[in-house]
């Protein structure tokens, strides 16, 4: 079955700095990649996807990559603020499933 | 965006009884729901997903005698969670999703705690 790999686990870094986090699916019928930030004991919220017919996608300070060929994609958090500190989840989704990864803690240490 | 609406957030059941949660889209037609169940600090697992008016597909590992799903309408599905067991404690999300779309929206998520 489908498989997402999350790297890394978790993630420190100063304000202003840039993080990333990196996924790998296996499916080849994913279609559609989306990244959600959870709070505890909250629903994910969705802050960026992308479609497997585009190769990046920016929205301010965060963007999306994907490299179809090589099955991985990408976050991209520019200028960190504290308020960006939370748990980050890919999932690579097909019509029939919707598979998430195994998340990354972030920090943004003040 | 669509609306989710899982209820019921919080519940406490005694061990062996059973608990049903219920996952209902207000907007959209719920053409395909996923059920989650999430452990303090993990990811997100996939239990099941449904299909309106079909018999839900199981992830590998995961009991369907144990966990009923229905999804008899377009908008409404449910989990049921039988005979259960403080191990089957933990927090329980749904998604729905219309066909042909490609983002799932998520309710609100169920903390069951079995004592």
């Known amino acids: 079955g489908e498989n997402v790999e999350q790297h890394p686990s978790t993630l420190s870094v100063q304000e202003g700095d840039s993080a990333v986090i990196k996924c790998t699916y296996s499916?080849?019928?994913?279609?559609?990649f989306p990244w959600y930030k959870q709070e505890l004991g909250k629903r994910p919220q969705l802050i960026i996807d992308?479609?497997?017919?585009?190769g990046e996608k920016k929205d301010q300070r965060i963007a999306v990559t994907l490299n179809k060929t090589a099955k991985h994609f990408s976050l991209h958090i520019t200028e960190t603020q504290p308020e960006d500190s939370a748990v980050y989840f890919c999932?690579?989704?097909?019509?029939?499933?919707?598979?998430f990864g195994t998340g990354t803690r972030l920090k943004v240490l003040a | 965006g669509a609306v989710v609406s899982q209820h019921p957030s919080w519940v406490i059941c005694k061990s062996g009884t059973s608990v049903k949660i219920e996952c209902r889209s207000l907007?959209?037609?719920?053409?395909?729901m996923f059920w989650y169940r999430q452990f303090p600090k993990q990811s997100l697992m996939l239990m099941a997903t449904?299909?309106?008016?079909?018999?839900?597909?199981?992830e590998q590992g995961v009991e369907k005698d144990k966990f009923l799903i229905n999804h008899a309408s377009l908008t409404l599905s449910t989990l049921t969670v039988t005979s259960a067991h403080p191990e089957d404690s933990s927090f329980y999300i749904c998604?729905?999703?219309?066909?042909?779309?490609?983002?799932?929206?998520f309710g609100q998520g169920t903390r069951l705690t079995v004592v």
């Open positions: 999932a690579a989704t097909t019509p029939y499933k919707y598979i």
């Open positions: 907007d959209f037609q719920a053409t395909t």
């Open positions: 499916d080849s019928a994913s279609n559609y």
């Open positions: 998604s729905a999703r219309d066909w042909g779309s490609t983002e799932a929206f």
């Open positions: 449904s299909n309106e008016g079909s018999k839900a597909t199981y």
């Open positions: 992308i479609r497997s017919n585009v």
